[in-house]
Nanobody, 113 residues
Framework: QVQLVESGGGLVQPGGSLRLSCAVS????????MDWYRQTRGKQRELVAS???????TYADFGQGRFTISRDNAKNTVYLQMNTLKPEDTDVYYC???????WGQGTQVTVSS
């Protein structure tokens, strides 16, 4: 069974940083675009960042200059480095494997003083 397991979320003060990880098992990420999404309860999930197999990365406007998506194909893991966090970044963050349309269970990020 394919698994995507996110980790690294938590409580952080405004201006702080977090690094999220998404460990994928039973399917490679090497040949597929991987995404990070976020969602507040009752709202649609919104795309945060994408990483293509060729190395292209794209970001939502709110993440430009603050968030960095990266991948380690050898570890089959995708990362999201989030800096200068704001209270409005509080959400559940999800990893998405575009190749098979699979989601992780999400990790909660809370930005609060």
């Amino acid at each position: 069974q394919v698994q995507l397991v996110e980790s690294g979320g938590g409580l952080v003060q405004p201006g702080g940083s977090l690094r999220l990880s998404c460990a994928v098992s039973r399917i490679t990420i090497r040949f597929y675009t991987m995404d990070w999404y976020r969602q507040t309860r009752g709202k649609q999930r919104e795309l945060v960042a994408s990483s293509t197999p060729g190395g292209t990365t794209t970001y939502a406007d709110f993440g430009q200059g603050r968030f960095t998506i990266s991948r380690d194909n050898a570890k089959n893991t995708v990362y999201l480095q989030m800096n200068t966090l704001k209270p409005e970044d509080t959400d559940v963050y999800y990893c998405y494997h575009r190749g098979i349309g699979a989601w992780g269970q999400g990790t909660q990020v809370t930005v609060s003083s």
